[in-house]
């Protein structure tokens, strides 16, 4: 059985805006654009014990907490940052490492426990990265993806928890639906339409509902509400046949601003990847995901070379070609046919 440790940046966008500006810190902090549609980026633990989190429009945020501090995204030093702590911790403790996104990753520690507990490899990673960046981190230990990933978020901020078969009972069973990794809120709300209200309900699910509620991807869940996911990572830099960024709106809506800058913010993330790993794509991608769960994808293949500007101004004419009237509650941009 492996291990592996699911390291997840706390409040990485203000985070990074607190070391880049040290008057912002233990202020309540909110990362979003100016406009009057924006919508939050991220919020540090000061402005979300206001209530304010992710996807929230920034008019809202501002009634919750009217003292927060909007700062406008630095995506190049979030990219920055994210590359010092990805080199850090290949350097101090291992190159076995699986980057999941600009604020976390996966790595093996297999080989590691052999000398020193799991818990003790966690403990010197939180300090590291406090010690040497000024970040902060929560981690999970378990024996795949899945158990990690639930581990990191179960105590946050810095937290260590381990997830193994014999935890699965009685730490991530009692837990609510929404708090299972990839059940967004409106997943969750036909979950508990269908009396799903906890991991322990899904674990124990009758598989063919669960088809009818997932579809294809029914096994996926099934499994990992039993503790089983895949424990292999990909390490270096394998190219990838696609990027993506996809986002769930807190309330369905047909807002064009309130898209507009969502499409922005997922654009300027697929792209700083792509852009870090030195790749290349010709199709651009959209992807929008109704309230009843029909998703719609529409592409658009390029002959001249890619830009960023040209990316996000294709972006929003697939948008307003196919979809500007449509109440979506998910969208999802990328690129693909990579080179």
């Known amino acids: 059985m492996k291990t592996i440790l699911h390291v997840d940046m706390n409040c990485f966008f203000?985070?990074?805006?607190?070391?880049?500006?040290?008057?912002?810190?233990?202020?309540?902090?909110?990362?979003?654009?100016?406009?009057k549609r924006s919508v939050v980026a991220s919020a540090n633990y000061e402005a979300?014990?206001?209530?304010?989190?992710?996807?929230?429009?920034?008019?809202?945020?501002?009634?919750?907490?009217?003292?927060a501090i909007i700062v406008e995204?630095?995506?190049?030093?979030?990219?920055?940052?994210?590359?010092?702590?990805?080199?850090?911790?290949?350097?101090?403790?291992?190159d076995k490492i699986e980057v999941a996104s600009i604020d976390e990753c996966y790595i093996?520690?297999?080989?590691?426990?052999?000398?020193?507990?799991?818990?003790?490899?966690?403990?010197?990673?939180?300090?590291?990265?406090?010690?040497?960046?000024?970040l902060g981190s929560s981690i999970g230990i378990g024996h795949n993806r899945f158990m990690s990933k639930m581990g990191s978020n179960y105590k946050k901020p810095l937290g260590i928890t381990q997830m193994f078969n014999e935890d699965l009972i009685s730490k991530i069973w009692p837990l609510k639906i929404e708090n299972m990794y990839m059940v967004g809120p409106a997943t969750a709300k036909v979950l508990y339409d269908n009396e799903i209200k906890t991991i322990r309900d899904l674990a124990l699910s009758n598989k063919n509902k669960l088809k009818e509620i997932f579809g294809n991807s029914w096994e996926k869940f099934y499994l990992n509400a039993n503790g089983k996911d895949d424990d292999e990572l990909?390490?270096?830099?394998?190219?990838?046949?696609?990027?993506?960024?996809?986002?769930?709106?807190?309330?369905?809506?047909?807002?064009?601003?309130?898209?507009?800058?969502?499409?922005?913010?997922?654009?300027?993330?697929?792209?700083?990847?792509?852009?870090?790993?030195?790749?290349?794509?010709?199709?651009?991608?959209?992807?929008?995901?109704?309230?009843?769960?029909?998703?719609?994808?529409?592409?658009?293949?390029?002959?001249?070379?890619?830009?960023?500007?040209?990316?996000?101004?294709?972006?929003?004419?697939?948008?307003?070609?196919?979809f500007i009237d449509v109440t979506i509650r998910l969208i999802g941009v990328g690129i693909s046919k990579i080179f």
């Open 14 to 35: 203000p985070s990074v805006e607190e070391i880049l500006n040290p008057k912002l810190k233990n202020k309540p902090v909110v990362v979003g654009g100016r406009t």
């Open 48 to 67: 979300r014990r206001y209530g304010i989190k992710a996807a929230m429009p920034l008019y809202r945020a501002s009634i919750l907490c009217p003292k």
């Open 73 to 94: 995204p630095h995506f190049r030093e979030y990219e920055r940052y994210h590359n010092l702590f990805i080199n850090l911790l290949k350097e101090k403790i291992t």
């Open 108 to 134: 093996d520690i297999t080989s590691l426990i052999k000398k020193q507990s799991a818990k003790s490899i966690a403990i010197k990673i939180q300090n590291l990265l406090k010690s040497k960046l000024n």
């Open 234 to 322: 990909i390490y270096g830099r394998t190219k990838p046949k696609s990027i993506s960024s996809a986002h769930t709106f807190e309330n369905d809506t047909n807002n064009y601003d309130e898209i507009k800058e969502m499409i922005l913010l997922e654009a300027k993330e697929v792209w700083e990847n792509l852009s870090k790993q030195k790749l290349e794509g010709k199709t651009i991608n959209l992807t929008i995901k109704t309230p009843d769960f029909i998703s719609k994808i529409k592409s658009k293949s390029m002959n001249n070379k890619l830009t960023f500007e040209l990316f996000f101004s294709n972006l929003l004419d697939i948008y307003e070609k196919n």
